[in-house]
């Protein structure tokens, strides 16, 4: 029967209870590379937080792998550009310790992976107390976990419309960061948190996940990246103190009450509103008809309308309305020759807006086949003139109008 993940290691775990002696070294190292294997070609791609769970075991097997490898090295020896000292064992204990810690919170990484726990510690840890300079890094780090998760989720809401490459290059700088800072602290620092902190522990993992989520648009790897971020740095902040003792509780009530928004798409084009031009006002000359009056002024806005109307076959009901607007104009004419041609119109077009039998005949381009009925508003074909012609000698008289 083939070994399984699990199998393999408890058989690491058994091991390095034992102590790792220079005999036990390359038998652990094979028993977690391939736990690392294994779980590499179960759990391929990152769309949920179980998935991101197993991806934070199979990169802190790295750090263990690494370390499990240089135990038995000269104090002073980096392992993975950090030099932890005297502290070798302590990093090997609490990555293995979290890995297992890890499964056993999420069923579905038990279903392909479940380590026997290990027994309780006498004691409960310690939590750590940071000088100055860390406490500065993990107050900002804190707050950078919790706000590029949220600047991630707004993006996301939005159909992964936003300054993506932007919000990159932050999760970036803080993954960089963080792995930088804890190569730079080592000893005992280094042993405890690196799997929290560095680009093969926790932090970068889901920095890399919530990146790739981002730019391939998978919302259930943003949002299991954003949810451990988040969980990341709440722990942190429960096993660490601040350089005056203090809790880091506030820290992280703040970051995560704040609201953060990402800076807005560059691509985007800029939103403009035009400007609001008002036109000239002008004074019409003096003796111009208003045309909010309603005399003249009313008469010759109508007319041209009606007269349209008129000419598109209106009939004896548009042809009184012209005559209409005519006599109004005649009104307000004043005399002369204006007043003169006017009434001339006026009197051609009396006379044929007065009763008389209207018929219909087919305009000179319509087929001889289009239907053709009388006027009364009923399927009027194209080209039918019904009425329009009665005025067609008097268009001569127009001129006369502004003569």
Known sequence: MALTATDLFNDATTREIGGIGPDQVSAIVSDLVGVQQMLSAA???????????????????NEEIATVELANSPTGTPILG??????????????????????????????????????????????FLDNATQTTFVTQWIQDSNHLGQMATTIENNGFQGDIAGLVQQIQTFENSSNAFDQSQGGLWSARFWNEFRSDGTAG?????LIDGLQTHNAGEVNAAVTQLSANASDVAGNNLMADGGSYASVV??????????????????TTTPPTTTPPTTTPPAGTPDPGTTSAGDGGNHLVADLIALLQGGGQNSAAAVVSDLQALVQAAGGGHTNNGLSALL????????????????APNAPASAPQTANNGADLSPGIDTGGHHFQNEMHHFHHMWG
């Open 43 to 61: 759990d391929p791609q990152i769309n949920s937080l179980t998935d991101l769970h197993t991806h934070v075991i199979i990169n802190q097997l």
């Open 82 to 127: 950090t030099d932890l000292g005297q502290f070798v064992g302590r990093a090997i204990n609490d990555i293995h310790r979290d890995i297992i810690d890890i499964a056993q919170g999420d069923p579905g990484v038990q279903a392909i992976f479940n380590p026997t726990p290990l027994p309780a510690l006498n004691t409960p840890a310690t939590p």
């Open 205 to 209: 993992t889901a920095a890399n996940a």
């Open 253 to 270: 009530a703040a970051a995560q009450a704040t609201a953060v928004t990402p800076n807005p798409d560059p691509t985007s084009p800029p």
């Open 347 to 362: 009197g051609d077009l009396q006379t044929a807006a007065g009763p008389a039998t209207q018929t219909t005949q087919p």
